[in-house]
């Protein structure tokens, strides 16, 4: 009986380790890439360095794309309609992205040129294969002219604090009542890379 309990349990602990470890893997890589993208080009910050005008070609450039979709979300995303949030509510991600594409090791993002930062990502870290929820492996990114990855912040600087995050993730990735879904990625941070939710 004990282990029939068990079971489960440790099988979600697992699939949440598994989760977080590919998000990190993408995360660190990122960063990197726009470190060297801004030291290629000299600059002092992400928008003097052109990220803003050149964000199709930093991809081309510092990461393999095995799958350029275009405008449209699918394959590199699964059927829209198909997300849900944690709370088991339905989820409309990537509404606004004109681009999708899905790199080498399976991860699909969708991104749209803007002329500000922060430059919002949307990030499938196993693209159109389940289970598709919010939080779990679909995550919104933000990022800084800094250079900094982070969650979502109105003043357009980051690191966010711990409360800031807090506050994101209470009232919309874990809310089931907002059906936005900022805030689990900012979460992940503020846990050390940890799923605890």
Same mark, same amino acid.
């Given at each position: 009986?004990?282990?029939?309990?068990?079971?489960? $349990?440790?099988?979600?602990?697992?699939? /949440?380790?598994?989760?977080?470890?590919?998000?990190?893997?993408?995360?660190?890589?990122?960063?990197?890439?726009?470190?060297?993208?801004? #030291?290629?080009?000299?600059?002092?910050?992400?928008?003097?360095?052109?990220?803003?005008?050149?964000?199709? $070609?930093?991809? #081309?450039?510092?990461?393999?794309?095995?799958?350029?979709?275009?405008?449209?979300?699918?394959?590199?995303?699964?059927?829209?309609?198909?997300? /849900?949030?944690? #709370?088991?509510?339905?989820?409309?991600?990537?509404?606004?992205?004109?681009?999708?594409?899905?790199?080498?090791?399976?991860?699909?993002?969708?991104?749209?040129?803007?002329?500000?930062?922060? @430059?919002?990502?949307?990030?499938?870290?196993?693209?159109?294969?389940?289970?598709?929820?919010?939080? /779990?492996?679909?995550?919104?990114?933000? @990022?800084?002219?800094?250079?900094? +990855?982070?969650?979502?912040?109105?003043?357009?600087?980051?690191?966010?604090?711990?409360?800031? /995050?807090?506050?994101?993730?209470?009232?919309?990735?874990?809310? $089931?009542?907002?059906?936005?879904?900022?805030?689990?990625?900012?979460? +992940?941070?503020?846990?050390?890379?940890?799923?605890?939710?």
């Amino acid at each position: 009986m004990v282990s029939a309990m068990t079971v489960p $349990s440790l099988m979600q602990n697992h699939q /949440r380790k598994t989760y977080v470890v590919q998000l990190h893997k993408f995360y660190n890589q990122l960063s990197q890439a726009l470190v060297r993208f801004q #030291t290629d080009k000299n600059a002092v910050n992400l928008k003097e360095a052109g990220l803003l005008t050149d964000f199709d $070609s930093f991809w #081309t450039s510092y990461f393999k794309i095995v799958n350029d979709c275009g405008s449209t979300s699918t394959p590199c995303f699964p059927e829209k309609g198909s997300y /849900r949030m944690i #709370t088991n509510s339905s989820a409309s991600p990537y509404t606004t992205q004109k681009r999708f594409i899905t790199l080498a090791d399976g991860v699909s993002i969708g991104y749209g040129l803007s002329t500000y930062f922060p @430059i919002c990502l949307d990030v499938d870290i196993n693209g159109a294969k389940g289970p598709n929820v919010v939080g /779990r492996d679909l995550f919104i990114m933000y @990022i800084y002219n800094n250079g900094v +990855i982070d969650d979502y912040n109105t003043s357009d600087k980051a690191p966010l604090t711990d409360e800031q /995050r807090e506050e994101l993730f209470n009232g919309n990735c874990y809310s $089931s009542s907002s059906g936005g879904w900022i805030g689990c990625f900012g979460k +992940i941070l503020n846990d050390n890379w940890e799923m605890t939710y």
